[in-house]
């Protein structure tokens, strides 16, 4: 502002204007044959009268007007605006899932205010700033690298579209702060490390409703995180399915039930209607009350508005229903899509559907290549694999008939378990092998072992869940060394005596010691006690859920939008048609392990797959994105970036935003329009 | 602006009366509405008796009068004598006055070539009906240095004084004017050829002449500069004969009202002058003198 004898000076100006007027310094000398007339015009226009003069004297007021608006403009109008201080920007978005949500306060979707929020942000930027633009889900794309171009700027922000998926912004931010922070390169030949670029100190905005997973590794260096909350402060009450499936039929032993976990992200409990659809038939429905979040003591005596900071520490309410489909399942003649739907509007309607798929059994293929086992056939032949796997045992010899090769090539089989026996070629389907090695230089056998305990046993790999060794005794046995990316199951002190490894899309398990021993004079002793515990049962049985695709219900893979879904259909198609939601088809070819792999599963719902040209539907699986930070849509006031918290801006920094360049530009077109008139005056 | 000031180069390398302009005036007459007595012989009756072959009239003889135009058959009839009277042919007074003030040398060409061109047309005309021709600046000097010319040969000394004639007089019209009626006391025709920017005014000047009882024409000469003035901005206007100045703001206001002052003006000299017996004609600089006489001043009646 300006002090008191600026103005001063200021205020002289106008008069000094005026009196410049009257003076009329600046007249041009003309010389004519006589002023006789134009005295005589002058005085009848009493153009010397002061104030007669002045009038429709355009150029005076516009020099007026001129001095006027600038001295508004040295009064500094300006209205509240929002700071945006830095020279460099990333703009991070959340298009996740829950940015569809509607509880803004204009009603538009989250992504829609986030987008608005940034526009402002683009116009507020200076024209030497440089911004960028990253959105992301489950994950990440760079829409715009930096640039100073507004509009393409607003372009690029404006084409975000919100998908179906989960949030996780690890890779965003690796990629924001890549740029903040570059990394070293050392120079090979001269053996010194080189500084690649200039860090760029930048401020980060990240438009998120906060559903995102806390990040565990973030070194922000040069870059300042500001996270801008996106969504109603005031959590909105929105009921969403978290999860959704349909059990196993071995762990329930033999009944099938859809399995269904509600989610309220609201405080109050709300009273929902729920259907259940098998096909397009309403199957059941229920009216079921969700409790709301729980309120932590201490913030009992809070308003609704206060209880942003309970969120991160209080858990969504939840409720769990099961509904009994084993009399529909057991009618079921083909692949039946259940759609399960909470009858209930709310500001998030992505999670109020969730989809699974009832395929009619397929009988899992399963040969056994022995000549004499029978703990191998007693663990294959219990009641609850039969429901599942057809098992076939053959003599070693089948490995060298035709028909072996045939049905190995087309991927008749699931699973081959070759009993101290290799094929010559490894077949179109995942293989165990006890005793002996798959062909190739790949597996190895490193050591003989003799009477050796077994030291560890890895529970955390899906074969050997409940498979306990400890007290398994092995009298002969080899130590295994697998292909690259094999993980070791079982080790003695030797080392790996079961290792798993992959192969093009297949998996291949090593073990390393015989079950029965084939002596040469036809004696076949046992090598192990391992038969007779309880983890050998465990460990067929794993094996065949596991590598005999042994799962019946499509529904128990997780197909989550944006994720690739490996399909093998129930015939060795050469190609198949895969129908998403919406009715779009999309052609696959065969991968060479006999499988299809979809990757256009940006849609919730279920999609359908057929052999190419046929109307006749394989199977169906469903894509569902039943994610409880997602279903979550209360508002977080913070981010956990590593070490750093950053808390919520939603309670905007005021800032001044200054009109005087508008001012001033004002003025400067009053003056170019005086210099235009001065120039025409006849026109005046 | 370069536009106001008058090239005099140009102006003055045209020739003051072209062959083709001599042709057409020869053919021409000037007329006068009075039959004034002239001083010598000429080609027109004049109220004088004289020596003509025309009879005119008879009175009685008085002593002292010329025996030879004694009418003796007259005597012879009545025993008194008479006195035989002959229509006399007179030359004619033939003034033309051209205003010399600085004034006069605006315009393109300027007001004051237009004026000695115009002044040698008809003092052409004049010489060659053997009138008396004669042509002064009105400088306001007591002693005319103006030769009274008569007679088609007389045609060179009549443009050589107009190539010499300059317009540097401070004088007023009025001044100006009476020096020019105490020089000269011929009745005849009088052509005065002005801007009439005097700021004295020039009613005065004119009512001298009309006192001296001449048949006068007034030649109101304006540049086009005067008439529609192209000039635009803040302008102080120097008058060039009294270094008066007006400061004017040109709008198109200002211009209107400029030509609404100049039309009264003319409207006033021009209403000024036919009340008192003067005919008046306006004319701009870029009428060609031919056209002027030819057409404007024959139709005036100054020529036939």
């Known amino acids: 502002m300006l002090t008191w004898y600026q103005w001063l000076i200021l205020g002289l100006v106008p008069p000094l204007i005026l009196s410049l007027y009257f003076l009329k310094l600046r007249r041009v000398p003309l010389e004519v044959p006589s002023t006789y007339l134009w005295t005589k015009t002058v005085e009848d226009m009493h153009v010397n009268s002061i104030w007669q003069r002045l009038r429709n004297n355009l150029l005076l007021w ?51 205010d986030a987008k608005n929020q940034i526009y402002t942000l683009i116009d507020r930027m200076k024209s030497s700033d440089a911004a960028m633009v990253i959105s992301f889900s489950d994950t990440e794309g760079v829409d715009q690298s930096y640039t100073k171009n507004k509009a393409i700027l607003k372009r690029k922000v404006k084409s975000i579209e919100a998908t179906q998926q989960g949030s996780d912004i690890n890779r965003a931010l690796v990629a924001a702060t890549g740029l903040a922070n570059p990394g070293r390169t050392s120079d090979k030949l001269s053996n010194t490390d080189v500084q690649v670029a200039d860090a760029l100190a930048a401020t980060m905005y990240i438009f998120s409703d906060g559903a995102i997973k806390d990040v565990s590794k973030y070194a922000p260096g040069e870059l300042t995180a500001i996270y801008q909350p996106v969504g109603a402060v005031t959590p909105a009450s929105n009921i969403g399915i978290t999860t959704f499936s349909v059990n196993d039929q071995l762990d329930t032993g033999g009944s099938i039930e859809a399995f269904v976990r509600l989610q309220n992200s609201g405080f109050a409990p709300k009273t929902i209607e729920v259907s259940l659809y098998i096909g397009d038939q309403l199957t059941d429905a229920d009216t079921v ?77 399963i040969l056994v290549l022995t000549d004499y086992n029978p703990a191998l056939k007693l663990a294959s032949s219990t009641d609850r694999l039969k429901k599942i796997a057809n098992v076939e045992f053959s003599e070693r010899s089948f490995l060298k008939e035709k028909e072996y090769e045939t049905n190995a090539a087309l991927g008749v089989y699931d699973l081959i378990i070759f009993d101290q026996c290799a094929p010559e070629t490894m077949p179109a389907c995942n293989t165990v092998f006890l005793s002996s ?86 004696e076949t002793p046992y090598n192990t006690d391992w038969h007779k515990k309880p983890s050998f049962p465990f460990f067929m049985q ?106 919520g801006n939603s309670t905007r920094e005021p800032a001044r935003r200054d009109f005087w360049t508008f001012l001033a530009f004002f003025a400067l077109m009053a003056l170019t329009l005086e210099w235009i008139i001065y120039n025409r005056r006849v026109f005046i | 602006m370069a536009n106001a000031v008058p090239s005099k180069k140009n102006s003055q390398e045209e020739p003051l009366l072209s062959p083709a302009l001599l042709a057409q005036l020869e053919r021409m007459e000037l007329v006068s509405r009075k039959i004034f007595r002239g001083r010598m012989k000429g080609e027109r009756r004049s109220k004088r008796k004289g020596q003509s072959v025309e009879f005119a009239d008879f009175r009685n003889y008085v002593a002292g009068d010329d025996l030879r135009f004694i009418d003796w058959n007259m005597y012879a009839r ?48 004049g010489l060659c009906r053997a009138d008396r021709v004669k042509i002064e600046a009105l400088d306001g000097s007591r002693n005319s240095n103006a030769p009274t010319l008569r007679g088609r040969s007389s045609l060179w000394q009549l443009v050589d004084h107009l190539e010499r004639m300059e317009s540097q007089s401070t004088v007023t019209m009025t001044e100006a004017v009476k020096a020019f009626c105490l020089r000269n006391t011929g009745k005849g025709i009088l052509v005065l050829i002005t801007d009439l920017m005097d700021k004295s005014g020039y009613e005065e000047a004119l009512k001298y002449l009309v006192a001296r009882d001449l048949d006068i024409y007034l030649i109101h000469v304006l540049s086009q500069e005067e008439i529609d003035p192209d000039i635009n901005g803040d302008l102080k206007l120097v008058d060039c004969e009294d270094q008066d100045i007006a400061e004017v703001s040109v709008s198109q206001r200002l211009i209107d009202r400029y030509k609404q002052t100049l039309a009264s003006f003319i409207e006033q000299a021009r209403d000024f002058s036919s009340r008192r017996g003067i005919v008046y004609t306006m004319t701009s600089t870029e009428r060609s003198v031919d056209r002027l006489v030819s057409r404007y001043l024959r139709q005036r009646g100054l020529v036939r």
């Open chain 1, 62 to 112: 516009l020099q007026l007007l001129v001095v006027l608006i600038l001295m508004i403009a040295c009064l500094r109008p300006g209205c509240t605006g929002e700071k945006l201080a830095g020279d460099r920007f990333i703009f991070l978005v959340d298009k996740s899932a829950s940015m569809s949500a509607t509880d803004t306060e204009s009603g538009i979707t989250r992504l829609e």
């Open chain 1, 289 to 365: 009350t969700v409790p709301g979040r729980e309120i932590a003591e201490a913030n009992m005596s809070l308003g609704a508005n206060s209880r942003l900071a309970d969120i991160g520490q209080s858990p969504p309410g939840g409720l769990s229903l099961k509904f009994d489909l084993t009399s529909v399942a057991a009618v079921l003649e083909s692949a039946a899509p259940i759609r399960f739907k909470i009858d209930a509007p709310d500001d998030y309607l992505l999670d109020n559907e969730a989809y699974c798929v009832l395929n009619p059994s397929r009988l899992t293929n």
């Open chain 1, 437 to 522: 090695l798959p062909p190739g230089e790949d597996w190895k056998f490193t050591e003989e072992l003799e009477i050796t305990p077994i030291i560890y046993t890895n529970n955390s790999h899906p074969v050997m869940f409940d498979v306990q060794m400890q007290s398994v005794s092995i009298l002969n046995g080899q130590v295994i060394e697998g292909p690259k990316g094999s993980t070791n199951l079982v080790e003695s002190i030797a080392g790996p005596v079961i290792a798993i490894g992959p192969r093009s899309g297949f998996e291949d398990i090593v073990v390393g010691f015989p079950m029965i021993l084939y002596e040469e004079d036809g």
């Open chain 1, 542 to 647: 794993n094996i065949i859920r596991t590598l005999g695709s042994g799962s019946r219900f499509n529904s128990l893979r997780a197909n989550r939008p944006g994720n690739p879904v490996k399909i093998k259909p129930r015939y060795p198609y050469e190609e198949i048609d895969v129908k998403n939601p919406k009715g779009r088809q999309e052609s696959l070819q065969q991968q060479p392990n006999k499988s299809f792999v979809y990757n256009q599963t940006e849609d919730t719902g279920i999609y359908s797959v057929s052999e190419k040209g046929s109307l006749e539907v394989d199977q169906l699986f469903a894509v569902n994105l039943l994610d409880r930070l997602e279903s979550d849509i209360a508002v977080r006031d913070e981010l956990k970036l590593g070490y750093e918290s950053i808390k």
């Open chain 2, 78 to 125: 009545l025993d008194k004598l008479f006195l035989k009277l002959f229509m006399e042919e007179e030359d004619l007074h033939f003034y033309t006055l051209i205003d010399v003030s600085p004034s006069m040398q605006f315009g393109s060409p300027t007001k004051f070539q237009y004026a000695k061109q115009l002044a040698g047309a008809l003092g052409y005309i």
